[in-house]
């Protein structure tokens, strides 16, 4: 828990530098690559909680075979999806009027890389090996830090280029420490896995992150085809301090999996960590919004300068909405670790309404975020009636 507010910290620093270096408009291209690598992370997070929740429940000497497959399927998967992002890079430019091509270009290389990582986090969740997990995600958060501000200090022009070449630099150093794939599986190694169980929880995990992706990501995505650079700008440094709330549940989620699943092993009851996690995260979200309504300028100041101060008053309309979101994702994750997934289809429907609404109303950026207030309020009550339907 201590890495992990480090880790947020430290991404945080990083983008408030990003910020107050580039100024509004070309942050606009930095939040929108931040953006595709938090969009990558939840992709990258399918293979981590496979991973993760499959080495908790086997027994350890079926661990090394289960992380080879998954890892080989990792890696072409990342591949593909890396060669999709390379040569449409051109397309992407023009879709989202971004300085240059080079930067997606450069991308698309950090996809394997991040698929294959996410694999060998997985399995340190999995074992509880937390210390191994920690220096992972420190060594690519300190990385992307550091190489990103040095190529600013020697190349100051393309900063869209740059940070993504931070970002294909710091995943090479998240893989560390690294346990070796051997590509050459044996069927035998692998026979008493069942694998239909796998590729389930696989393919629902799967889409469950899909519905991330879209209620977490989509509004900074559409705001950038939407609205002016300028404004586009204004609104990713909106974003990136209301999701302050979503980034520390994240520390509770890594937390609640593999101890739901080891607890349901033994034949124990679960409820009581979903209660502890969810007061956790409601308590914290209080304060953050209530912080937020009090001292919007204050804050906004002090992270990004004066040159933001325009988003003052959405400032708290935001981290509300960001903490609805994050407390039904406890609610959904819980479920995903006893292998209930009827919350996965509430938020498909509520991340596909999300951005219809914005396509369709998108007058103001401050019609923008009260749609998403309403959205993941409807979102979190349908988690809540669902709990209480299905206690576990």
Request: aromatic share 14%; proline share 3%.
């Amino acid at each position: 828990m201590l890495s992990a507010l480090l880790v947020n910290g430290g991404n945080y620093i990083y983008n408030l530098l990003l910020g107050r270096i580039l100024g509004p408009e070309a942050f606009a291209d930095a939040a929108l690559l931040v953006t595709l690598l938090l969009v990558l992370s939840f992709l990258g997070m399918t293979f981590q909680l496979v991973t993760a929740k499959f080495v908790a429940a086997l027994p350890s000497e079926q661990w090394e075979p289960f992380r080879n497959r998954i890892g080989v399927f990792a890696l072409l998967i990342g591949c593909l999806l890396g060669a999709v992002v390379f040569f449409s890079a051109p397309f992407l430019q023009q879709l989202l009027n971004t300085e240059n091509a080079l930067m997606f270009q450069i991308f698309g290389f950090g996809v394997p890389l991040y698929f294959v990582m996410s694999v060998n986090r997985g399995q340190y969740q999995g074992e509880e090996s937390f210390a191994k997990l920690s220096i992972s995600y420190q060594s690519e958060m300190w990385g992307r830090l550091g190489i990103t501000l040095l190529a600013f200090l020697i190349v100051r022009n393309h900063f869209g280029a740059l940070v993504s070449f931070g970002i294909l630099a710091s995943l090479a150093l998240g893989s560390f420490p690294f346990k070796k794939l051997r590509l050459n599986v044996a069927k035998t190694e692998t026979a008493d896995i069942e694998w239909s169980k796998v590729r389930t929880f696989m393919l629902i995990t799967a889409c469950y992150e899909l519905t991330q992706i879209l209620i977490n990501n989509s509004d900074i995505i559409l705001v950038k085809h939407f609205f002016p650079a300028q404004e586009a700008g204004l609104y990713a440094s909106l974003a990136l301090i209301g999701r302050v709330v979503y980034f520390v549940a994240w520390m509770f989620v890594m937390l609640l999996l593999p101890t739901v699943v080891r607890l349901k092993k033994e034949g124990k009851p679960t409820g009581h960590i979903l209660f502890k996690y969810v007061g956790y995260i409601g308590l914290l979200s209080l304060m953050i919004v209530v912080v937020c309504a009090l001292f919007p300028e204050l804050i906004i100041t002090l992270l990004f300068g004066d040159a933001y101060l325009s988003m003052a008053s959405l400032l708290w309309q935001y981290a509300l909405a960001t903490s609805l979101f994050a407390v039904a994702n406890i609610f959904t994750y819980y479920f995903l670790s006893l292998d209930q997934y009827k919350p996965i289809l509430f938020s498909a429907i509520l991340g596909i309404s999300q951005i219809v609404l914005i396509v369709l109303f998108h007058s103001s950026l401050a019609m923008v975020v009260q749609l998403q207030i309403l959205v993941m309020l409807v979102l979190l009550v349908l988690q809540i009636l669902y709990f209480l339907s299905n206690r576990v």
